[in-house]
């Protein structure tokens, strides 16, 4: 199985901030790598897919890049509306794994 | 407006076994892969099984395969996800998902809970 190893767990940032989390797979997946915003109580929301195409409906402040095998979410300006856990997700092959998320909260 | 509605969750006993559906609409059903994915209690998203658009060929993680069966009524525009020899660690919530290379719309998500 792939394992998809995400970092940090937990971020603190200030409303206006650049915001960072990464994944990196243990096995070549290409571009097959998603990211997901899950806010509580709520359902998952795609944010990136194909590891750099912007979701439909997702602000332009949240971009997708990859370098090698790490793969990276990155939000250019926090604001408070993006307080979420985030998740990635392989789907190159069977098992899909996701990440173990990064809970993003305001300093 | 694509939409997921789960049904079917609730308390079962360890052994016991449950079936979810999930209703769809706003797109056209037989045409995407579906796909079941779970979230534990305070825990990180699990994906669960998959099925074709025929519904011919269906994956499955191993924590679940052999106890879990995923199909689907492309006539309903309807998925299923019936769990058998339920244990506790299936304690989560269910959701369904839309996706053939990955997810992208979701349900909102029905309560299954394991206890006795």
């Known amino acids: 199985d792939i394992q998809m190893t995400q970092s940090p767990s937990s971020m603190s940032a200030s409303l206006g901030d650049r915001v960072t989390i990464t994944c990196r797979a243990s096995q070549d997946i290409g571009n097959y790598l998603s990211w997901f915003q899950q806010k509580p109580g709520k359902s998952p929301r795609r944010m990136i897919y194909g590891a750099t195409n912007l979701a439909a409906g997702v602000p332009s402040r949240f971009s997708g890049s990859r370098s090698g095998s790490d793969y990276s979410l990155t939000i250019s300006s926090l604001e408070s509306e993006d307080m979420a856990i985030y998740y990635c997700?392989?789907?190159?092959?069977?098992?899909?794994?996701f990440g173990g998320g990064t809970k993003l909260e305001l300093k | 407006e694509v939409q997921l509605v789960e049904s079917g969750g609730g308390l079962v006993q360890p052994g016991r076994s449950l079936k979810l559906s999930c209703a769809a609409s706003?797109?056209?059903?037989?045409?995407?892969?579906m796909a079941w994915v779970r979230q534990a209690p305070k825990k990180g998203l699990e994906w669960v099984a998959t099925?074709?658009?025929?519904?011919?060929?269906?994956y499955y993680p191993d924590s679940v395969k052999g106890r879990f069966t995923i199909s689907r009524d492309n006539a309903k525009s309807s998925l299923y996800l019936q769990m058998n020899s339920l244990k506790s660690e299936d304690t989560a919530t269910y959701y369904c998902a839309r996706g053939t290379e990955a997810p992208d719309y979701w349900g909102q998500g029905v309560m299954v809970t394991v206890s006795s």
């Open positions: 099925i074709s658009t025929s519904g011919s060929r269906t």
């Open positions: 997700l392989q789907s190159i092959q069977y098992p899909w794994t």
């Open positions: 706003g797109f056209t059903f037989s045409n995407y892969y």
